[in-house]
């Protein structure tokens, strides 16, 4: 029986029953998320090769419709509950030429899903999710959104990318939180089908049919909150015949003079599993210079550091950091090859800043215009450059700059209106590669429905 139709029964089983019961109607939320999304990007500097999937420019439009249902739950000793999320999109405008997807190749374009070489008009899907708490600890059997420091869903397009599995989350322990989970299937972000789980290449993103994929992603971990101001991480993750990864993180948050440092230390350590150590096929990107040839593709190993500082102070925040990626591979998370979001300081609109030997500093700007009477309306800069990639040819480097403005009705008949502008423009020096710009329009609204 899969999670999906576990959290089916679940839900059925107990609701049909105890759906009448106090707290599980009372304490129900439904909200209608609508999200217009515009997105262009412009591959510069050369053309592209025939088997190229990248045209000089990929662009599309798109509407999006995210409905939410969470409810309450019933009473005792053993509560029940159970969530929904139904998401459709529509196609406003694409053509082949700049869905992304140009050789039909790829499972999907820049948005949309494809239709041999075409966006299709329309895509959609439906998730659940049984729930079930005793005390302070709550299990979740279903569709899922996972956000920690080895696993997070990406939201960087017109809809969601969403998981398949469960996960059981405790806070019995005052400042202690507990989070374990099995992962076994990705929605992609312009999909409406369930895929196996993956990594950088070995996804088979420029083939998808010849990629390999694994149903076992299993995570788990601890936040300790050491004093208010002071909050120590720990979390493991395992792709199941692909890698292992080990985090460590401390949050501190110190008052100085008139506004709050913020400061953020990671470290992850990344190493092969099963057939990533020895089966080519499961091999990810990199830079191997101790194999025949200096592959470009070989078992994982990767240790990642990274700390990034932030001051906020009368609407305005100041930030620096620096990352160091360092070990034969790229820094592994899941990534299916249609979009996907990790938890480093460095994942940008365009790029992860994250190669093998790669170090990135960056520095960051934003202000709230409520301190001086435009409440709503925000905008931010960032810097990044990363220098010291390894590749066959000597070191390389890239640099990208992204800038963002954005304007939430504060209140009114249109309250929770937004717009949002996204640009990003990155360069590099890596062989075979183009530069690009990319500009992002977003028009946004949530609708409480319960």
């Keep these: 029986m ?67 249902f969470i409810s309450g739950y019933t009473q005792g000793t053993v509560q029940f509950g159970v969530d929904a999320i139904g998401l459709y999109g529509v196609r406003l405008d694409s053509s082949r030429e700049n869905h ?12 949309f899903p494809s239709d041999g070489k075409e966006a299709v008009n329309e895509f959609a899907s439906l998730g659940l999710t049984g729930k079930v708490k005793i005390s302070q600890t709550e299990l979740k059997i279903g569709t899922l959104q996972p956000n920690n420091p080895v696993i997070k869903y990406n939201d960087g397009r017109l809809l969601p990318q969403t998981f398949t599995g469960g996960e059981i989350k405790s806070n019995e322990i005052k400042d202690l939180t507990l ?18 789980l993956s990594i950088a290449g070995a996804n088979g993103s420029s083939n998808y049919d010849a990629g390999k ?3 076992k992603f299993y995570y788990g971990g601890a936040d300790y909150k050491l004093t208010k101001d002071l909050t120590a991480s720990y979390y493991y993750g395992e792709l199941k015949d692909f890698y292992s990864q080990n ?23 990344s190493r092969d599993n099963g057939a990533n150590g020895n089966d080519k096929n499961y091999f990810t990107s990199g830079y191997y210079p101790d194999t025949p040839k200096s592959l470009t593709k070989g ?41 996907s979001s990790n938890s480093t300081i460095t994942d940008m609109q365009i790029q992860k800043f994250s190669r093998a030997g790669e170090r990135t500093w960056q520095a960051r700007y934003a202000y709230d215009f409520a301190k001086v009477g435009v409440p709503g309306l925000t905008a931010g800069v960032i810097y990044l450059r990363g220098n010291g990639i390894d590749t066959a040819t000597g070191d390389k480097t890239e640099w990208e700059r992204d800038l963002s403005l954005a304007y939430v009705i504060p209140e009114g008949p249109l309250k929770n209106l937004g717009f949002t502008w996204k640009n990003a423009m990155w360069r590099t020096d890596l062989a075979n590669t183009r530069d690009q710009d990319e500009n992002r329009l977003i028009v946004s609204y949530s609708i409480p429905l319960l």
């Excluded at 045209?55 to 409905?67: H, I, P, T, V, Y």
């Excluded at 989070?179 to 196996?196: H, L, M, V």
């Design 100 to 111: 992304g997807n140009y050789n039909g190749t790829a499972s999907g374009g820049t948005v």
């Design 247 to 269: 985090f460590l993180g401390l949050v501190h948050n110190w008052s100085i003079g008139p506004g709050v440092l913020k400061s953020d230390l990671r470290y992850y350590r």
């Design 213 to 215: 994929f694994s149903n």
């Design 179 to 196: 989070t374990a989970g099995e992962i076994n299937e990705a929605k992609g972000r312009n999909s409406s089908n369930d895929e196996g």
């Design 299 to 339: 078992k994982v190993d990767n240790d990642l550091y990274s700390y990034l500082a932030l001051y906020s102070v009368e609407g305005h925040t100041f930030g620096g950091g620096y990352q160091v990626s360092s070990g034969d591979s790229d820094f592994p998370y899941l990534n299916q090859g249609d979009g």
């Design 2 to 68: 899969n999670k999906s139709t576990l959290a089916l029964a679940v839900a059925v089983g107990v609701l049909a029953q105890q759906a009448s019961a106090a707290g599980f109607i009372e304490d129900s939320k439904a909200t209608l998320g609508l999200r217009n999304f515009y997105i262009n990007t412009d591959n510069r500097d050369g053309q592209p090769s025939a088997s190229s999937n990248t045209r000089s420019k990929n662009a599309e439009w798109g509407q999006g419709f995210d409905l939410r």
